[in-house]
């Protein structure tokens, strides 16, 4: 089962700053990996897939990078409406399993 | 545009069956080479992964949640169903269907509001 762990559980950042997420994998899922955004209340937003791709719609503040085991979402400035929970999810032993981390709360500093 | 939409009981008893059903619009659910999922979250907590079937009908389940889960397919309603068998206060979460793939990129592009469904006698 590959495990995956998110860091820090929490990220307080001020609007207009950078903020830097970190997904680590229990063994190597190439670049198989996608990360969402969910705000209180709605369900999961598809960010990145492949690592690195994003999906449509998604505004270019919102990058990610890494492949094996570390992984990182960036978003290079902050805007109001990004303060919300973020999960990294693999999907390289799929089938049969799909595994999400435990996600990253970013909060208003 | 896709949509999903879950619907079934908000309460269930416990030792009893969970039973939910996702009505897809605006795209047919055996038309193209995607699975169609189950995901759960409780309150406060993270997301979880329940199963998946493919528009072939080929189910895949988690591990830790094998045994009690069924999902099935009815392609004439455009819908697919999830069966939790003998739950407990642990399986209380929202519960998302999902659209899933393609091959070999399964990343969750649809996602249904969710449904809160309270374990509880």
């Known amino acids: 089962e590959i495990v995956m762990t998110q860091s820090p559980a929490t990220l307080s950042v001020s609007p207009g700053e950078r903020a830097t997420l970190s997904c680590r994998a229990s063994?190597?899922?190439?670049?198989?990996l996608a990360w969402y955004q969910q705000k209180p209340g709605q369900a999961p937003r598809l960010l990145i897939y492949g690592a690195s791709t994003r999906a449509t719609g998604i505004p270019a503040r919102f990058s990610g990078s890494g492949s094996g085991t570390e992984f990182t979402l960036t978003i290079s400035s902050l805007q109001s409406e990004d303060f919300a929970v973020y999960y990294c999810q693999q999907y390289n032993n799929w089938p049969p399993a799909l595994t999400f981390g435990g996600g990253t709360k970013v909060e208003i500093k | 545009q896709l949509q999903l939409q879950e619907s079934g009981p908000g309460l269930v008893k416990p030792s009893e069956t969970l039973s939910l059903t996702c009505t897809v619009s605006g795209g047919s659910i055996s038309s193209s080479s995607y699975y169609w999922g189950w995901i759960r979250q409780p309150p406060g907590k993270g997301l979880e992964w329940i199963g998946s079937i493919y528009y072939s009908g080929s189910t895949y389940y988690n591990p830790s949640l094998k045994s009690r889960v069924t999902i099935s397919v009815d392609t004439s309603k455009n819908q697919f169903s999830l069966k939790l068998s003998s739950v407990t206060a642990a399986d209380t979460a929202v519960y998302y269907c999902?659209?899933?793939?393609?091959?070999?990129?399964?990343?969750?592009?649809?996602w249904g509001q969710g449904t809160l469904v309270t374990v509880s006698s």
């Open positions: 063994q190597s899922v190439s670049s198989n």
């Open positions: 999902a659209r899933h793939g393609p091959d070999p990129n399964n990343k969750v592009d649809y």
